[in-house]
């Protein structure tokens, strides 16, 4: 639990550090995908909000950093499918992910091994490959499915094991909709400037300062103070 925890306070202050010197380097890849704009959401309680600040701050991270070390954009959709398969996954006896372990570990083996190269290669590495379109449907992988885009889906399955672990530290279930939500409308923004989010900064920050409060509570019981 007391990794779990540090892990969580690493991310509620990510929030407050921000990741817009990363966001520009989105737009230049921009992939022609269709924003499509949420619309505005009027009520939205605490815990809603803040399961939006944890898909922002656990899954823009991956989206911005990833390519330049692998050389290929994610793949949104995918990556949403990864998180909506990992809850079933967690929740669900029987429930299988669509990539298997020992699929997993040879994906994992592979972009490790691209990374590395790329960097022993420095600037004559190749350009970033653009992703398709984000359309925001469901996706089925296959045998023939591209390796980027299974990838994608394990960064999906990745973050949502870090969202369960906020749930288990804040003792609190929160609502995976609004996590993916957060996750997309941190995506569409870093990629269009003009993206409007659901939920103000303002909002974000004060719900986001709140939680922290909580977390220094939970911590403070834990050492038994």
Known sequence: MKKIVTACVCALFLFACGTNEKQEDARNEKSGAQTVQTPAKTSMT?????????GQEYGLPPYLNMPPRIGEMLDLDAMVQGVVDNENYLSKPGWELQVSPDEQKSLEARYEQVAKDREALGENARPVVLAGPITGGKVVLTDTTAPIVKYSYLQ????????AGMKKAFDEPFETHYFIMGLRESVMGAIDPSFKKSVPDATLKAVNARFVERMEKIRKEQRGQ
């Open 156 to 163: 999906g399955v990745q973050i949502d094991l870090e969202f």
């Open 46 to 54: 605490e815990s809603q909000v803040f399961a939006y600040i944890l």
